[in-house]
Nanobody
Framework: QVQLVESGGGLVQAGGSLRLSCAASGRTASGYAVGWFRQAPGKEREFVARVSWSGGTTYYADSVKGRFTISRDNAKNTVSLQMNSLKPEDTAVYYC????????????WGQGTQVTVSS
């Protein structure tokens, strides 16, 4: 079992920055790909970014490409999402999730952290 806990959410003005962290405990998450997802009120959950288990490969949704950066520190069992140039449409609950094999779906999910971007 891998437990994931997100932190770093909050209220920020448009154009500002936030850094989200996903801390893993229990079984090490170093062998898992880790993704960030978000869900805005009344909308379906959507993919934001993903990093491979080694940290060497990253993927981003088009809506955040060039503004968000995902990274991981396996020694600290953490994955971060640096969010710059935030827009009101980035407002959502952000979740991190871990997958042993992405094609089979994500095995573990955190509880989420709220990000609110005011205009």
């Amino acid at each position: 079992q891998v437990q994931l806990v997100e932190s770093g959410g909050g209220l920020v003005q448009a154009g500002g920055s936030l850094r989200l962290s996903c801390a893993a405990s229990g079984r090490t998450a170093s062998g898992y790909a880790v993704g960030w997802f978000r869900q805005a009120p009344g909308k379906e959950r959507e993919f934001v970014a993903r990093v491979s288990w080694s940290g060497g490969t990253t993927y981003y949704a088009d809506s955040v490409k060039g503004r968000f950066t995902i990274s991981r520190d396996n020694a600290k069992n953490t994955v971060s999402l640096q969010m710059n140039s935030l827009k009101p449409e980035d407002t959502a609950v952000y979740y991190c999730a871990a997958a042993a094999l992405v094609a089979r779906g994500y095995d573990y999910w955190g509880q989420g952290t709220q990000v609110t971007v005011s205009s």
